[in-house]
């Protein structure tokens, strides 16, 4: 191969990872306005298993946990035109929240498993803890793990993006909330549909 060659391959393969990382940003951001918008107009506080609360203590700022499941038709990692979210999923929620006060500095730490609602949305409600500041910045973070997948969508079933990567936090002093907002995770049918996603995926 010659230089020229190999300095193409490198330049190949560095845009592959800029789409990629883009790809990821974009997910991430379109998942916490949708949870932000769905948040305030109260979508989804449907279902009974999706929305449950944890009282920690009085003071603010109220923290809620949320993410989202869908079908990865296209084995990319991205919701593309075929997706659709998954309802009825079990997820386990882990998080850890470092509270500080004038007197004392401990770790909070816990996990609890959650169902996706009919919007294919997963959501904590966290009453609020005292000594702990929103920002992911401070020692606070939480992740999603898939445990089950729904079984309204049998075809549907094959773990793909198995545990959160990221987390963007969303603080609105309006409404004394703190909102973690969880990178999506997915499942993918069996098999590539070709026709629906014809290459390049």
């Not at 990821?24 to 279902?47: D, E, I, Q």
């Amino acid at each position: 191969m010659s230089r020229g060659e190999k300095k193409n391959e490198l330049n190949d393969a560095k845009m592959k990872m800029g789409e990629e990382l883009g790809r990821r940003v974009v997910m991430a951001l379109l998942v916490a306005g949708c949870l932000w918008v769905l948040l305030t107009w109260g979508v989804v506080g449907g279902g009974v298993e999706a929305v449950r609360t944890i009282n920690v203590g009085s003071s603010a700022p109220h923290i809620t946990v949320m993410g989202m499941v869908y079908c990865d038709i296209c084995y990319n990692n991205s919701f593309s035109t075929h997706s659709f979210f998954l309802p009825g999923v079990e997820v386990r929620i882990d998080c850890k929240f470092k509270a500080h006060s004038a007197t004392t500095s401990e770790d909070i730490t816990f996990s609890v498993n959650r169902s996706t609602n009919r919007y294919g949305i997963y959501k904590l409600q966290i009453g609020s803890v005292d000594g702990v500041n929103c920002a992911a910045g401070f020692g606070n973070s939480c992740r999603a793990t898939l445990l089950s997948p729904s079984t309204a969508a049998a075809a549907c079933s094959v773990p793909g993006s198995t545990t959160t990567s990221d987390e963007i936090t969303i603080e609105s002093t309006l409404s004394n909330t703190c909102i973690y907002s969880l990178t999506a995770l997915n499942y993918r049918p069996p098999s590539l549909n070709l026709t629906l996603c014809p290459p390049p995926y």
